[in-house]
């Protein structure tokens, strides 16, 4: 049984970095492109970043380039995302996405994808 589990989220002011962190287990972990949606109230979901299952390309949304960084650790299959002068807009359910070989883009995840329950970030101005 697959289960992707999210954390590290919670109530920062403007400005401040946060650091979320996305397991998985029940696959191969190194198979799995791997990234994060959010979805504001109110909102579409947003495809955030993705990182290619070989760790070669990575994709970005224009709204987080430059103040968020995506990583992997495949030995620890985990899963990170560094977030830098977080905005009042980055206020979001955070889900993390993996998708079997797949690699980045506008467009990912293109093949069979499972998702977590999302963890809350929350930033105030």
């Known amino acids: 049984q697959v289960q992707v589990v999210e954390s590290g989220g919670g109530l920062v002011q403007a400005g401040n970095s946060l650091r979320l962190s996305c397991t998985a287990s029940g696959l191969t972990f190194d198979n799995y492109a791997m990234g994060w949606f959010r979805q504001a109230p109110g909102k579409e979901r947003e495809r955030v970043t993705c990182i290619s299952w070989t760790g070669s390309n990575t994709y970005y949304a224009d709204s987080v380039k430059g103040r968020f960084t995506i990583s992997r650790n495949n030995a620890e299959n985990t899963l990170y995302l560094q977030m830098n002068s977080l905005k009042p807009e980055d206020t979001a359910m955070y889900y993390c996405?993996?998708?079997?070989?797949?690699?980045?883009?506008?467009?990912?995840?293109?093949?069979?994808?499972?998702w977590g329950q999302g963890t809350q970030v929350t930033v105030s101005s």
């Open positions: 996405v993996l998708s079997l070989f797949d690699v980045c883009s506008s467009s990912w995840p293109s093949s069979r994808n499972y």
